[in-house]
């Protein structure tokens, strides 16, 4: 009988490590890229291809804008912020594997001026 419980909690404690071993982590996911100073149209592709992730824009809103040097391990959002950085660029999360570059709206760029404690005028 005795020898029946500790097999018991035996295989209760592995199916239980098993799980804790295949929960999510907690972290955001970091990944290692390897990007060159180039056209920001050339470096967004080498991101999706380096990241796995899709990343959608029009041709017309990276025209002639270029991307700075992207070399180390970054999140997803930081490795975006600094190749966007100089750009007045946003980028939106579709879904967990699609990103969008966009230029921010009018109705978006208000509501990041009152974020950054600007106030409008007019009125």
């Known amino acids: 009988m ?9 295989v209760v404690a592995i199916a239980w ?6 929960a999510p982590s907690s972290e955001p996911a970091k990944y290692h890229f390897n990007i060159d100073h180039q056209p920001l149209a050339t470096a967004l592709q080498q991101f999706a291809e380096q ?3 899709q990343v959608i824009f029009f041709s017309r809103v990276t ?6 040097a992207l070399h180390g391990t970054y999140t997803i959002p930081g490795a975006l912020e600094m190749l966007l950085s100089g750009t007045q660029l946003i980028f939106r999360v579709i879904n967990p594997k699609t990103i969008e570059i966009c230029l921010p709206t009018a109705r978006n760029s ?3 001026s009152i974020l950054a404690g600007g106030a409008s005028h007019g009125n």
């Not at 490590?17 to 295949?22: K, Q, S």
């Not at 025209?63 to 700075?68: I, K, M, N, T, W």
């Open 2 to 10: 005795r020898r029946n419980v500790v097999l018991c909690l035996c």
């Open 17 to 22: 490590i098993a799980h804790l071993a295949a």
């Open 51 to 53: 990241s796995g992730v």
């Open 63 to 68: 025209e002639g804008l270029q991307a700075p």
């Open 110 to 112: 208000g509501i990041f």
